[in-house]
C-alpha cells in the first residue's frame, strides 16, 4: 500500500494518511477505502470499482449491493470535522478542500491501478488452465513450452523434455500472451508480435511470440529455481565430480572470478546459484552481494543482499555501474549477453573479486571468446589481456540424454598473441595447487 500510495502522493500527504487512521484505530488500506468510496464528494471512479472496494459495518453480512444504509454515513464523522477546521482556516471550498480533492483523486488512481491488476491476474489465471497452473506450482517442473501446433511440452528435473498431453487451441494462446502484454503495460500486435517480462505469477519469465515472427501463436514460460541446489547435491547427482567440487570450493575461498558457460537449459544459473549459496557458507556472514539479472531467477540466502533487475530505463551496463555506489563486495550477473560484459570486467577488476556470472557458449574456450566479442559491443577494441587478467576459472556444463554435466573446468593462465587464450584444464588427479599456483 506504501508504494502504491506515494507513487501518486507526497510523503507529507502519505504521513499525514497515516496519522489519520492510526487516530480511528483502523488499518491505513481501511482508511483509503473508507475516505475513497463512502465520502460525499465522489472520486470519479465508475462503480463497479466503488463495489469492488466499498466494507459494509461490522455485523452486517449482506453483500455491498443490499448494505445500503449500513455502510458508514454519506459524510463521516473525520469529513466534518476537518471541514470545520479548513473552513476556520482558509474559508469554505479554501485550499484545504482543494487538497483533499487532489488526494481523493490520486487515490482513485491508485485503487482503478490495483482492480485493473486484480482483474488481470485472474483473466490470466483462466487462460492458463487447470493443467498449466498445476504445472507452475510443480517443483519439479522448470519450463513450460507451448508450439505452435498447441501441443504443450514441460522440462523437469529427472525427467527431462516431455509432451504434457495438452494441446492449446491458436486463439488461446493468441489471448493469453495479449493479457501478458497488458499486464506488462504494452501491446501484442503484428507490429509488435514479440512479447516479453516477468508474470507476477511465481516470477516467471515469459517469451510470446505472434505471427509474422511465428506461424501461429507460441510461448515459452520458465519458472525461476524452486529448489536451491547445493554443490553436494551435484556431487549426490552425478553432475559435478568430487575433486571438482574442491577446486570450486577452493576458487571460492580465494575470491576468484568464475564463468559458467553452456548452452540454453543447460543448468548455468543453477550451478551460478549453488557457487554462490556456496560463497555466502564459506565466506565472512557481513559480505554484501548485488545481484543483477534480467528477471529475479537466482535464489540466495545471503542476509546483505540487493537484487537488481533491468527495465527499459535500465538496461543491465548501467545496473553494473550502479553497483559501484551499491558498497558491494561480490557482484554477481546472471547472465552477460551484451556491452555490460566490459562493465562487469572492469568493476571484478577494480576491488570487487570473487564473482560469478554465466554465458551462452559451446566450450570453455568459446565462452572467452564470446565473452570478447560482447565488450566490443560496448564500443571499444578487443580486450583480451583484461578478459584473462579478470576471468579466473570457467566451468562448462551441457545437458546430455543421461542429465547435466560438467565435463569442463579450466583455468584462464593468460593470454598473448601468438597463441591466444592459454587455458589450463583442470584435471580429475590434480590437487588444490592447481588453482592457488
Known sequence: MRRQLTAYLSEEEFHRLRDEADERGITLSRYVKERLFQSDGGTGLDRSV?????????????????????????????????????????????????????????????????????????????????????????PQITEIIVNEDGRVWFESYGKGMHEAGLRLPASQVESLIGTVAASLGTVANANSPIVEGELQIEGIRFEGLLPPVARKPCCVMRKPAQVLYTLDDYIRDGILDKKHAHVLRAAIDRRLNIVVAGGTGSGKTTLAGAMINEMVERSDPNERYVIIEDTLEIQCRAHNLVQLHTAETADMTRLVRTTMRLRPDRIIIGEVRGAEALALLKAWNTGHPGGVTTIHANSARAALTRLSSLVQEAGVPPQPELIAETINLLVFIVRTPAGRRVTELVRVAGYNVRDGFALAPMKLDQALQAVTA
Open 50 to 138: 466503488r463495489a469492488e472496494h466499498a466494507e459494509p459495518l461490522a455485523g452486517n453480512t449482506g453483500s455491498a449491493t443490499q448494505a445500503g444504509p449500513r455502510f458508514w454515513p454519506a459524510t463521516p464523522s473525520w469529513t466534518t470535522s476537518r471541514g470545520r477546521g479548513d473552513a476556520e482556516t482558509n474559508g469554505r471550498g479554501g485550499a484545504g478542500a482543494e487538497r483533499r480533492r487532489e488526494q481523493q483523486r490520486r487515490i482513485s488512481m491508485i485503487m482503478a491501478q490495483q482492480l485493473q491488476e486484480r482483474r488481470l491476474d485472474e483473466l490470466l489465471r483462466r487462460q492458463l488452465g487447470a493443467r498449466i497452473l498445476a504445472a507452475i506450482g510443480d
